[in-house]
Nanobody, 126 residues
Framework: QVQLVESGGGLVQAGDSLRLSCAVS?????????VGWFRQTPGKEREFVGVLNWNDRYYSDSVKDRFAISRDNVKNTVYLQMNNLKPEDTAVYYCAAAPLFSDGYRYLRATSYDYWGQGTQVTVSS
C-alpha cells in the first residue's frame, strides 16, 4: 500500500510561482514507483501534467516550459515547481503513484495509476 499526501496549494497571481509537494509513504521505494501529477477542474476529466518515471521526466505541452518535477530521496517527497502561473492553471492538483512505466504512453492516463493523494487547490488570479 502506498500513501500520498499533497500540500502547497494556494491562491496566487498570474506570473507567480508555487511549489507543490507530494509526500510518499508506505511499501515503496523511489526505484519502484512512478509519481505523476494531474489536475482537474469541475466537470472535466483529470488532465496529465507531468510524471517522474525512474529518472525520466515527461510533461504536457501546456506546462513543459514552466513546470518542473523534482525529488528529495531523503524525505521521500516529489515536488512540482510551477513557474509563470496562468489563470488556466487553476485546478485541483493531484499526485499519483504507479509501478514504473516500461513502455508506451501509459503514464498519460489517470487510469494507469493505482494510488492517489487527496488533492490540493491551486487558484491563479489574473
Amino acid at each position: 500500500q502506498v500513501q500520498l499526501v499533497e500540500s502547497g496549494g494556494g491562491l496566487v497571481q498570474a506570473g507567480d510561482s508555487l511549489r507543490l509537494s507530494c509526500a510518499v509513504s508506505g511499501r515503496t521505494s523511489r526505484y519502484d514507483y512512478a509519481v505523476g501529477w494531474f489536475r482537474q477542474t469541475p466537470g472535466k476529466e483529470r488532465e496529465f501534467v507531468g510524471v517522474l518515471n525512474w529518472n525520466d521526466r515527461y510533461y504536457s505541452d501546456s506546462v513543459k516550459d514552466r513546470f518542473a518535477i523534482s525529488r528529495d530521496n531523503v524525505k521521500n517527497t516529489v515536488y512540482l515547481q510551477m513557474n509563470n502561473l496562468k489563470p488556466e492553471d487553476t485546478a485541483v492538483y493531484y499526485c499519483a503513484a504507479a509501478p514504473l512505466f516500461s513502455d508506451g504512453y501509459r503514464y498519460l492516463r489517470a487510469t494507469s495509476y493505482d494510488y492517489w493523494g487527496q488533492g490540493t487547490q491551486v487558484t491563479v488570479s489574473s
